[in-house]
């Protein structure tokens, strides 16, 4: 086996059971795979965030991964990727620089894919320069213009 597997596959993953509830806010510094129900906030912003089929979030999640199987409403903050796999369901707004949904899965809300670094306020002036009047234009700026507005 390739090194880089290895350490893959001997990552940390804490499971949260199908019979488990939760409600408030879930820090974690590894791997999380969720089966039962949580309410509130979960961030993992250096980890991988695991909804399983069973999982039922209703909660604003932060990690660096985001995997739906389950169901989550809520928005959701990804650093790297959020995928929405079959039959799983997204109800909220999705701030990602990759966003993945596939064919059967449920997503309402908005997609935000702005890249790391890039500014939210760049785009903004460009909108407020639109709304104001353009510049007048001369009458007869060459001969050819001239011809044009007889």
């Known amino acids: 086996m390739p090194r880089g597997e290895a350490s893959y596959k001997e990552r ?5 059971g199908k019979s488990v509830v939760i409600k408030g806010e879930l820090n974690g510094s590894e791997d999380l795979t969720i089966e039962g129900q ?3 906030t979960i961030q ?5 965030l695991t909804i399983g ?38 109800d909220g707004d ?14 309402r809300g908005s997609v935000d894919m702005q890249r790391k670094g ?5 785009v903004k002036p460009a909108v407020a320069q639109q709304a104001q009047p353009a ?7 060459t ?3 001239a011809a044009a507005q007889r």
């Open 38 to 40: 949580v309410e509130g």
């Open 135 to 141: 510049a007048p234009v001369a009458q007869t700026a």
């Open 143 to 145: 001969p050819a213009a």
């Open 12 to 16: 940390d993953v804490v499971n949260i």
């Open 94 to 107: 999705i701030v990602a620089p990759r966003v993945a949904i596939a064919e059967g899965a449920h997503f």
């Open 53 to 90: 089929p069973n999982g039922k979030i209703k909660a604003q999640v932060f990690a660096k991964v985001v995997v739906v199987l389950g169901e989550v409403s809520g928005n959701v903050s990804a650093s790297e990727k959020v995928d929405i796999r079959d039959n799983g369901s997204v």
């Open 44 to 48: 993992l912003r250096d980890h991988v």
């Open 118 to 122: 890039a500014q939210p306020q760049a």
